[in-house]
């Protein structure tokens, strides 16, 4: 049994030195916000197998990983480089097909600060009022634009700081903040600021 | 700094990952700017909320004895690979008789019936001898003698 006190370093040093349970101990720590960041970032039926494929890869590539290196940033990483793969393949396959979809890319944008289409703000959270305050504030969150959501995901679910994100991201971090600034101004938008004032 | 660029900086005024010099700035501009700090307010209202209810969803099981079937992987592999090395090793040496498993069984019954061979003679010499055989000597007497016929049909 490994105590869930332990730091990341001492359970990455003691899986590596043979204790599958360390290991177990770190998975249970951070699988289901890894598992929810993949979910918010790409939808229930991908984010299964996607989650499944980035622990494999942490589990097969721990052993080689720096005990003292950031264990979270590098989660994320794995979990990143899954989504963007994931978005090639389906894009190609879009391509192939030519299914064209509502989707406009110009919102992917690195660019992209634009507010989300809100025609009546509120609404969303009328829908949804007699359900759990997480479930609101997720949904609120999925609609957001990708690069916003991807950063109020990564700080709030995976708890990186906006530093953290910057370096993750390979971005500067007034671009990670300006993102979480309207990520965080369009969450107030979509649920309105009646429920705001009712969910706080 | 104008209004545009503090405003950019509030998340990481929030978070307190500003160096202390624009920190000193954001906080002074904070001070006389009632549309800076309305934007804080929301921002802030908006952090509470997530970082007090936004809770994960559970995440499926994963299958963490996937090393394992790994092992039993190589462990196969290695069975494979021995099995095709003994047919090529067979196929090189074809004057060598093959090993199946009706031949060890017959090598087995043979010494099996030269050890009957041995007990048969010691017992005759016994009997010879008017010594009494237990019940379970007996039995074996009459195999020495059941082997003792096979060989005569043989022949």
Redesign the interface.
């Known amino acids: 049994m490994v105590a869930d006190t332990q730091s990341d370093k001492e359970l990455i040093i003691q899986f590596q030195n043979g204790n599958q349970t360390a290991f177990e101990t770190l998975y249970n720590r951070y699988c289901d916000r890894l598992y929810s960041f993949l979910v918010y970032q790409i939808g229930n039926h991908t984010a299964d197998d996607l989650f499944q494929d980035v622990m494999m890869n942490v589990q097969r590539h721990l052993l080689k990983f720096n005990p003292d290196g950031n264990f979270r940033a590098w989660l994320v990483k794995i979990a990143i480089n899954k989504i963007r793969d994931h978005h090639r393949k389906t894009n190609r396959m879009k391509k192939i097909f030519r299914v064209h979809t509502n989707d406009n890319p110009e919102r992917e944008d690195v660019n992209e600060l634009s507010d989300p289409e809100v025609t009546d703000p509120g609404d969303v959270a009328l829908d949804f009022v007699n359900s759990e305050i997480s479930k609101i504030l997720n949904t609120a969150i999925q609609k957001l634009p990708e690069k916003q959501r991807e950063v109020v995901n990564l700080h709030y679910l995976m708890d990186l700081s906006f530093r953290e994100i910057a370096e993750v991201l390979n971005c500067s971090i007034n671009t990670i903040s300006a993102r979480a600034r309207y990520g965080l101004r369009n969450i107030k938008k979509i649920l309105g600021p009646k429920l705001v004032n009712e969910l706080k | 700094m104008d209004c545009e660029n503090i405003?950019?900086?509030?998340?990481?005024y929030l978070?307190d990952?500003l160096d202390d010099q624009q920190s000193m700035a954001v906080q002074k501009h904070l001070d006389s700017c009632s549309s800076c700090r309305s934007e804080l307010d929301?921002?802030q209202?908006?952090?509470?909320?997530?970082?007090t209810?936004?809770?994960?969803?559970?995440?499926?099981l994963?299958?963490?004895s996937?090393?394992k079937s790994k092992k039993r992987y190589y462990y196969l592999s290695a069975v494979a690979a021995a099995l095709v090395l003994y047919i090529i090793f067979s196929a090189v040496q074809p004057d060598k008789p093959e090993l199946t498993w009706e031949n060890n069984r017959i090598t087995e019954l043979m010494e099996i019936n030269d050890n009957l061979d041995i007990l048969d003679s010691d017992y005759r010499q016994l009997a010879i001898n008017g010594t009494t055989l237990p019940a379970e000597d007996e039995e074996l007497y009459s195999i020495g003698e059941d082997v003792d016929y096979l060989q005569t049909l043989e022949n």
């Open positions: 405003k950019e900086l509030l998340p990481l978070t990952e929301n921002l209202e908006v952090d509470q909320l997530l970082k209810h936004l809770k994960p969803e559970s995440a499926p994963f299958r963490l996937e090393k």
